[in-house]
């Protein structure tokens, strides 16, 4: 094994060669296949991985700490309100700069993981102020910091939990070469990010995969992400395809992924739930599942049963939830490992 990955950053899969990402497929698996003899390496021992969340979470927090920690390494976890650290750049409490804390933070850690994205929860005083910057704030540490950025989540990109995304369907097919994604926007009473809906139509690009997005038509994707998802069908050898049609997008698919996401434009909840309202009846139902290339049912998590998907599909033989879920760990072990490993630590533990 050789490491040609230590110190890269994590923030678009797009950012990483189709070769780069096999490279932590390969590794993932092996952690898999290892079991329980995988969860007491020291390949990051003495190694520091901080995590910084703007937002509230159950499978990455977990994942990303257990990932860690099963390493060899310490985790620090911090809920941001109780740093001094302005990302507007127009602090109201004598907040820090992003360069100035990002440099402090370099003294005192190996990798930084932030999940931040957009509209900012109440909590946060110091706010985002418009879509899409979340994900150049990320950016901004990356510019700033040498230690390894990681995205847990931006409002344009959740690279680890895409790549898990194509694990979890290798698995189930093994080549995905012309195998059928589709991305389906679904109604829920709450309005949910879009950063794992537009990383999964752009893997699947990437693997080679046909890949359709279905949704009403104030639901589209942001131009630059499905600009990225073309680049890469057409360098894959993939088909591109956009529907507003859940019937017929869903015929001959072999993994669906019904999904909500805000509009782009994002105004009030208000807003946002008016629009949506006129869409209630697009989820993911047994006759729709019909249609499909008895395809799987996936899904980020967590969703509302009922609104974006039947509870007779996400419980029923269709549904890889739960193992999408749990290769979380060992997606985000081989991302960590091979940003932050000695190549003679690879070597000798695994």
Known sequence: MTNTLKGKDILATSDWSKSE?????????????????????????????????FRRSTRTWNSFTGAMEQLGGFVRSRDTTDMHLSISGKPKRGGESIKDTALVLDEYIDALGIRLSYPTPETV????????????????????????????????????????????????????????????????????????????????????????????????????????????????????????????????????YPRNWRVYYYGSEDEEQSIAAKYKDWRLTESLLRVTNNARFMHTMPFTRGYEVDASVADGPNSIIYQQAGDLLHVRKAFLALILADESSLLERI
Not at 27 to 46: N, V
Not at 241 to 253: C, F, G, Q, V
Request: hydrophobic share 40%; with cysteine.
């Open 21 to 53: 990402l096999d490279q932590v497929l390969d590794l993932a698996f092996k952690f898999k296949k290892m079991g329980a003899a995988a969860r007491t390496l020291d390949i990051l021992k003495g190694k520091t991985l901080l995590l910084l969340w």
């Open 125 to 256: 005083e110091d706010r985002v102020p418009k879509w899409g910057d979340t994900h150049a704030i990320i950016q901004q540490f990356a510019d700033y910091m040498k230690a390894p950025i990681l995205s847990m989540s931006s409002d344009l990109h959740h690279p680890t939990q895409s790549l898990t995304d194509m694990m979890v369907m290798k698995e189930q097919a093994g080549d995905v070469t012309g195998k059928k994604s589709v991305l389906m926007w679904t109604y829920s009473p709450r309005a949910q990010g879009r950063g794992s809906a537009n990383g999964f139509p752009l893997i699947s690009a990437t693997y080679g995969m046909d890949v359709t997005i279905v949704h009403p038509e104030e639901y589209d994707l942001e131009l630059s992400i499905i600009s990225l998802i073309q680049k890469e069908c057409a360098k894959a050898g993939g088909k591109f395809e956009i529907s507003h049609d859940p019937k017929s997008a869903l015929e001959d698919a072999d993994f669906v």
